[in-house]
């Protein structure tokens, strides 16, 4: 009967035990309580005194038999560890505030059941009047009954000696008197007893049904733990309970309307209740309390007023029962962004209702009609779903509100009378928030209480409330809660203390700022980046004694609810419209404290503050007044595209793609870079999980690098097993990190993921998990999925759009047709978003470059390709080269009307840019696509053409005019009307027009006739008398075919019918008064081939040498390589006068950094050896260090280390007083001292002036070439 050894015990029961009495008593103030502790019973607590009671000792018995006066002996009988006294019958006597609990699995008899007690009530002692003296004496005749064996140890003959004694030890009376403290707990087993666990955990604590037997094996573990330690496990009981105890959404003093019956009914019957009205008519806390009440039915509760969290919440898979609870869907006193796609997950929400998910939504009046589009509250009907108006309020419920609140809330006897008497007479209609105001603010009636003081104070909005607030100096904490907070995300108070005091703004916690990725290669363990995750701040603040009292002043009033002593949330909506109110309240000057606020609340250390500000950005965004302001906070939410928390990545992006029109016109709307910081999935890879959240490595120009383990790991992802499967046995409590890692797994056989995992998937904050699941699920034909795809579709972020084009692409030709048309009708869904467009857009215009599809589903090409086009921002960049070859290819494949659709949206996004700024030649490669897609069908592009023609400035007209007269044979006839016509136009650009018509390899005869003058032909020679006879043209049409100035080049309309224009060009070389002299030579010069221009050189007028010599060297200075040495022999064979041939060999001496790498190119450039030899006569001080230094060299190896120490200095010596000209001198002398004996000061100075040469090069351009600038040119 050791305590420590008798027989094998029933220890998971045992567990059940504890934690069933634990889950019973938790909240006794000073309750300890102790699992197997030395000299004691299985269980031992100790408590402050109750009803005499403060020792309770517990001892759990799994026997199926009897509980009997003889086996109830022997476990009173139970001794201390190797001890023979003091048995647990002793201590039951002795103590007179010990009790004694036996948990029995057996049934009492008669002798025993008077005992009986039950778990509810096990730490009660028995009334008196209970235990008689005939069943004490019972147990105690049979402590005389217990025989020794003799070939027992000493031990145990000693404490059956022992036993036998207990019979007479004590007198029968003290034995009735202590066994009223002796309680026994009968037919107890794991049944019943999980029952009355999970029984506990939903009536007790509210805790979901679905979670109770996570909870229980979190408790279990607390309970094995405590075997260990023999410690106090109460607290960590307590700690380890609360992860899992919902908060608490009871409305406090709650009034009942006398309809709540109704509704509840309307709730089980529908699954929806649907709430409506005025503000401040009591819709939240009659919705609060309606759903409180499903706790009691195990139901899960989610509190929110985002639509598509609560869409993840619903349709979630999952066997327990969840109600959502969604206040103001579609805004309060602020109104939503994208509104009307909130509005139809809503009616998602509504299609996915059953008896186990159910919806109460509280919204107010006006917005719902604004986002129904309705007049009134009946026509705003869902299907059978009905909004119920709560505005006509029954005076009764009116009048008991009122009552109460002025009970609690001390009014005086005279108001309430007052209030009530006209409440129930109809004379007061007042809504139920604008009673509790009255109730809480009474005071200010100043006892001055007609009615209309009454209902001026009663009706006071958010804005006079929030004056008020701010005279009693409030303002400043209510500002950093409205900002930091939200409907359903509270702070804590390390969050709200770092807000509140931290002075550095500059001081960025939560950011990860990354350069890059890298492997180490020389690693092979795992890189850990926990070291890089901030848990605490530094300083830690603590709350300010004003503050703290300002606080609980804010929770007498009734503004703020403070949860678990620590957490801080508005009361009701109303007061944190006041709070936002003082947010808008601020001079521009003192708008930048709210951005500071914003950047506190953002990138402080809490993930919940962090996305809870971040929602916020919308009506912040629009309560600051100062354009910078905007700015700023739009900066700031870009910024926080680089949390540390990627939730608040998305939410941050939401709120710029949301707003992404009203941004400040400063701002760059780089929408497509903002979608790589949400979608680079490689991200999470890298991310430290706490408590299986994932958090970047915080810090900024961080580089993530991986060790070769890591790399070589990504190779070995286990293959998919039911055991890796965390959602397998339905498991609801899986981790975003379990998920992920799940997802690595699962990827390589997508076969296996099923609808429920997917479902549950999808219920994830993280739009990284839900893309890759996305991903993952379309990669393989389904069926019976259209509610989970209509889920899908409705996604708005890039990475899930990108994900799931790439998946339909690859499983397209696997599917049926029916399956197809649904997978293209989502994608469709999909890139109608901008946000999205630009991911997808990405993959579309490289679509054919796809190897792992053979048989390309361009459908699906054709038939997204123009929403992407409607879709995507004007300001971004589309590849506009491989989007005309794509689509170039897609010819091929498509039929005319889909080109025809794909065209239009091209031209609708073309007609946009060059507004903006003018687009590539691809971008204008939509005429000649245009032209070949309908070449047998012509009469389908007429009205395009028109349009291209008419597009907005000269840079259009000029690109599509060269492509349509290049197709000129394959247009119709009235398509060459309208361009004979558009070419006729009397505008500033016509011969920029014209010529892009004469800059054609064939030109047709009707254009000839129409621009050439009678006596000028397509002939070289009668070509160049164009110049007189039609200067302007000539002019333009010389130009357009060098390309020169832009943006003639940049369009592409350059060197096109070279048979007609080259000779014109070459022409021109010849006449130094022309204005397109300089022009010609640059054109001649830029084919790079010596025996193409020495002929020209050879020509040229000893007049004309210098000026074509500053042409060429001007080209030269900016050019590198190609040196052309007969072209610049021959133009220096060209001038007799040696003073201005020293004068050209000076120049090109000088910049000679400009011209020549090093002086080995000078051979390449110069053939001529004298001029080589004058040249070096301007470089003196370079042609010194290199002999010099090269005759150092010859000889170091004859000195010793102080002879080659005074070579060194005699080099610096010169390289300081005779410094030299170009870089590469200070690299051979940097080069040589290395060799002789240098240290690495002399190196430095070497190098600094070497960088200096190279900064001087940059700023003293010689004759930089200018952009000229086209003239007579609409841009």
């Not at 037919?187 to 009536?203: G, H, I, W």
């Not at 009609?369 to 009134?376: D, F, T």
């Not at 916020?616 to 910078?628: A, P, Q, V």
């Not at 004859?1198 to 000209?1221: G, Y």
Request: with cysteine; charged share 25%; glycine share 2%.
């Amino acid at each position: 009967m050791d305590i420590e050894t008798t027989g094998v015990k029933k220890y998971a029961f045992q567990d059940l035990v504890c934690i069933s009495l634990l889950l019973n008593i938790q909240n006794i103030e000073n309750l300890n309580f102790f699992v197997e502790p030395e000299n004691s019973e299985d269980a031992k607590i100790t408590i402050d005194n109750i009803d005499g009671i403060n020792e309770i000792e517990i001892q759990v018995k799994g026997s199926q038999d009897s509980v009997t006066p003889t086996n109830l002996a022997q476990h009173l009988a139970h001794f201390p560890k190797g001890k023979a006294e003091n048995c647990l019958y002793d201590r039951l006597i002795n103590n007179s505030n010990l009790l004694v609990v036996f948990v029995m699995t057996g049934r009492c008899n008669d002798a025993t059941s008077p005992f009986l007690s039950n778990l509810d009530n096990f730490y009660l002692q028995h009334k008196s009047s209970k235990i008689k003296k005939e069943h004490a004496e019972a147990i105690r005749n049979e402590f005389k009954n217990i025989e020794a064996d003799p070939e027992e140890s000493d031990l145990k003959i000693n404490r059956s000696t022992y036993i036998n004694g207990l019979y007479k030890k004590y007198g029968i009376l003290k034995v009735r008197k202590a066994f009223e403290r002796l309680v026994i707990i009968e037919q107890v087993n794991d049944s019943n007893l999980l029952k009355t666990c999970y029984e506990l955990l939903r009536t007790k604590y509210s805790i979901p049904d679905d979670i109770h037997q996570s909870v229980i094996e979190r408790l279990k573990t607390v309970i094995f733990d405590g075997k260990d330690t023999k410690e106090n496990i109460v607290g960590i009981f307590k700690n380890e309970l609360s992860n899992f105890i919902p908060q608490n959404i009871y409305p406090i003093d709650y009034v009942e309307h006398g309809n709540e019956d109704d509704l509840k009914q309307i709730l089980s019957t529908k699954n929806a209740l649907l709430i409506t009205g005025s503000p401040r008519i009591g819709k939240t806390y009659i919705s609060r309390w309606i759903a409180a009440e499903y706790t009691k039915l195990g139901f899960e509760i989610k509190e929110t007023s985002d639509v598509a969290e609560a869409l993840r919440f619903i349709t979630e898979p999952t066997n327990s029962k969840r109600l959502v609870l969604i206040d103001d869907p579609f805004g309060a006193a602020h109104s939503i962004p994208n509104a009307l796609n909130s509005f139809q997950q809503f009616k998602v929400i509504l299609s996915r209702l059953s008896s186990n998910k159910k919806l109460i939504t509280a919204q107010v009046q006006d917005r719902l009609l604004e986002v129904a589009a309705v007049e009134n509250t009946e026509e705003a009907t869902i299907g059978i779903h009905h909004w119920l108006n709560l505005n006509d309020t029954n005076p009764i419920f009116l009048n008991n509100l009122w009552n109460s609140l002025a009970n609690k809330y001390s009014v005086s006897r005279e108001l309430q009378n007052i209030v009530s008497t006209n409440l129930k007479n109809n004379k007061l209609l007042l809504e139920a928030g604008c009673l509790e105001y009255l109730a809480v603010h009474h005071s200010e009636l100043k006892n001055n209480f007609n009615l209309e003081n009454i209902k001026r104070l009663s009706h006071q909005d958010a804005r006079n409330l929030g004056n008020a607030l701010d005279e009693d100096g409030y303002k400043f904490i209510l500002r950093v809660l409205a900002i930091a907070t939200n409907h359903s995300k509270d702070i804590s108070i390390p969050d709200l203390t770092y807000i509140l005091y931290e002075k550095n703004v500059q001081n960025i916690l939560s950011i990860s700022d990354f350069m890059g990725t890298s492997v180490l290669l020389n690693t092979i363990e795992p890189i850990d980046y926990t070291d890089k995750i901030l848990i605490n701040y530094d300083p830690e603040y603590k709350i300010a004694d004003s503050d703290d009292r300002l606080i609980e002043k804010l929770e007498f009033r009734k503004i703020l609810n403070i949860k678990n002593s620590k957490n801080i949330i508005f009361s009701h909506p109303f007061y944190r419209s006041a709070a936002e109110y003082l947010v808008q309240k601020n001079s521009t000057r003192k708008e930048h404290e709210i951005i500071d606020l914003v950047s506190k609340g953002i990138f402080c250390l809490s993930s919940k503050t962090s996305r809870a500000t971040a929602r916020n950005l919308d009506w912040i965004f629009y309560s600051l007044k100062e354009s910078d302001n905007q700015k700023a906070l739009v900066e700031l939410a870009i910024k926080a595209l680089k949390s540390s928390f990627p939730s608040t990545r998305d939410i941050a992006f939401q709120f710029l793609i949301n707003n992404y029109r009203n941004l400040p016109t400063d701002i760059e709307k780089k929408i497509d870079i903002w979608s790589y910081h949400v979608s680079n999935s490689d991200l999470l890879d890298n991310a430290v999980w706490v408590k299986g959240e994932p958090i970047y490595p915080m810090g900024s120009d961080i580089t993530l690098e991986s060790s070769l383990a890591t790399y070589f790991d990504s190779f070995s992802i286990k293959s998919y097993s039911p055991e890796l499967d965390p959602f397998f046995m339905g498991n609801n409590t899986v981790t975003s990190k379990e998920a992920w890692d799940f997802l690595q797994v699962i990827e390589k056989s997508p076969e296996n993921l099923t609808l429920y995992a997917i479902s549950k998937l999808l219920s994830y904050d993280e739009a990284l998990i839900r893309s890759k699941a996305i991903n993952i699920w379309l990669k393989v034909p389904r069926d019976d999925d259209e509610n989970l795809l209509e889920q899908v579709f409705l996604e708005i972020h890039p990475a899930i759009a990108k994900n799931a084009l790439e998946s339909i692409i690859k499983v397209w030709n696997d599917c049926d047709k029916k399956r197809q048309e649904l997978l293209l009708n989502g994608l469709i869904r999909l890139a109608s978003h901008p946000a999205n467009a630009c991911q997808m857009i990405e993959d579309i215009v490289i679509f054919n470059r796809n190897q792992k599809v053979k048989n390309l589903p361009w459908i699906i090409f054709g038939t997204i390709l123009s929403t992407l086009l409607d879709s995507i921002p004007d300001n971004i960049y589309i590849s506009d080269h491989r989007l005309y070859n794509i689509v170039d290819t897609s010819i091929n494949y498509l039929e005319t009307p889909m080109l025809i659709s794909i065209i239009n949206s091209w031209f609708n996004w073309l007609e946009k840019q060059v507004t903006i700024k003018l687009p590539t030649d691809y971008a204008f490669g939509i005429t000649t696509i245009l032209v070949k897609a309908t070449i047998n069908q012509p009469e389908l592009r007429f009205n395009l053409i028109k349009k291209l023609l008419n597009l907005h400035g000269t840079g259009a007209a000029v690109r599509v005019i060269y492509d349509l007269v290049g197709e000129w044979d394959n247009l119709m006839q009235e398509e060459k009307v309208i361009i004979i016509s558009k070419l006729n136009e009397e505008r500033v650009d016509k011969y920029w027009l014209q010529s892009a018509a004469l800059i054609q390899n064939d030109i047709p005869e009707e254009l000839q006739q129409l621009l050439l003058p009678k006596d000028v032909s397509l002939e070289n020679e009668s070509l160049v008398t164009l110049n007189e006879k039609n200067n302007g043209l000539f002019l333009a049409a010389v130009q357009m075919y060098l390309g020169n100035p832009q943006p003639l080049w940049y369009l592409g309309v350059h060197h096109r019918g070279k048979k007609y224009w080259k000779p014109v060009v070459e022409k021109l070389t010849q006449n130094s008064s022309h204005p397109l002299f300089n022009k010609a030579w640059d054109e001649i010069y830029s084919y790079g081939d010596d025996n193409y221009v020495v002929p020209f050189i050879n020509q040229l007028d000893p007049t004309d040498v210098e000026k074509v010599f500053e042409i060429l060297f001007e080209i030269k200075i900016n050019t590198t390589d190609n040196f052309m040495p007969k072209t610049w022999d021959a133009l220096f064979s060209k001038i007799e006068d040696p003073v201005v041939k020293s004068k050209w060999i000076e120049r090109i001496a000088s910049h000679s950094i400009n011209i020549l790498d090093d002086f080995s190119q000078l051979k390449y450039w110069i053939i001529n050896p004298e001029i080589r030899s004058e040249f070096w006569r301007y470089l003196k001080n370079d042609e010194n260090l290199i002999i010099t230094s090269y005759s150092f060299i010859e000889c170091y190896e004859a000195f010793d280390e102080n002879h080659r120490s005074a070579m060194v200095l005699i080099l610096l010596d010169l390289f300081r007083k005779s410094p030299p000209t170009h870089p590469s001198t200070c690299e051979i002398l940097k080069n040589r001292i290395q060799q002789i004996n240098a240290d690495s000061a002399i190196i430095n100075e070497i190098n600094n002036y070497r960088s200096g040469l190279f900064e001087k090069m940059k700023s003293e351009k010689y004759n930089k070439i200018n952009r000229e600038n086209i003239k007579n040119w609409i841009d």
